[in-house]
């Protein structure tokens, strides 16, 4: 594994053995006065293999795609929703380290994280068309249809807008709280609502951003997702990462590196007696 996929890992795994499942060494949820905090409201819950160090989460038509890391075993596949069985899976070339993941239209993007390769597939059988270079790093993606774009993150507080074909750049975003810059902005969601969502990596938070001023404009904080879980699902398992609209709904999937669990969840200010 990398330091990027030990650090959280290792922290995690220490604190619950010491303070057996204490939540005091857990990740503090950013908290602001200035936007909502939203928390997760569990609608159902869907088991699966822990076998995806998920990196790139995303639904198209009835299609959920995933994208993972780890340099030797990422890979990339598509599950129908309707079951959640996974339908084609392809792995990625094993010194690529693979990351977001997107759909538009007719090219599935696959970025890689300091390969600086950008991969068009065919979203139908997942086949390699093409590649493409980029500078830096790549994290999350996502398409914000309306706009005509890709949205990337690259693990700073910048979004950077691309062309949707020639994967170029054209313009950035800077992503703050209270006029302060949020780092380390993970998987990435272009919501129909025209929010993106990003993880923040090694912490529960989800933000939401405009992404015209960059402005966060809720916090939504994924701990009580991870409390549900049991110690048997928690070993082995990562950061909270990936988040996919359920399309036409206000319902998302979300999960986490080499989690067992797919949580349906809806972002609510207060959830329901009975729910977390
Ligand atoms: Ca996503």
Known sequence: MTVRARTFAAVLTSALAVTACSSTTQPTPVTSDSVPALTTEVVREYNRDNDAFTQGFEIDGDILYEGTGLEGSSFVRRTSLENMAELDRVDLQSDLFGEGITVDDDTLWQ????????????????????????????????????????????????????????????????????????????????????SIYANVWQTFDIMRIDPDTGNVTAVIDGTPLWNSMSAADRTGADV?????????????????????????????????????
């Open 111 to 194: 970025i890689t994280w300091q390969d600086g390769v950008a991969i068009a597939r065919d979203p139908d059988t997942l086949a390699e068309r093409r590649r493409v270079s980029y500078q830096g790093e790549g994290w999350g993606l996502c398409t914000q249809r309306s706009e005509d774009r890709l949205v990337m993150s690259d693990g700073s507080s910048t979004l950077t807008f691309r062309d949707p074909a020639s994967f170029d750049a054209e313009g950035t975003v800077n992503v703050t709280l209270d006029g302060e810059p949020v780092e380390q902005l993970n998987e990435l969601e272009c919501a129909e609502d025209g």
């Open 240 to 276: 909270f990462n990936g988040i996919a609209q359920i399309p036409g709904t206000d319902r998302f999937l979300v999960t986490g590196k080499f989690w067992p669990t797919i949580f349906e969840v809806r972002f609510t200010e207060t959830a329901p007696v009975g729910q977390n």
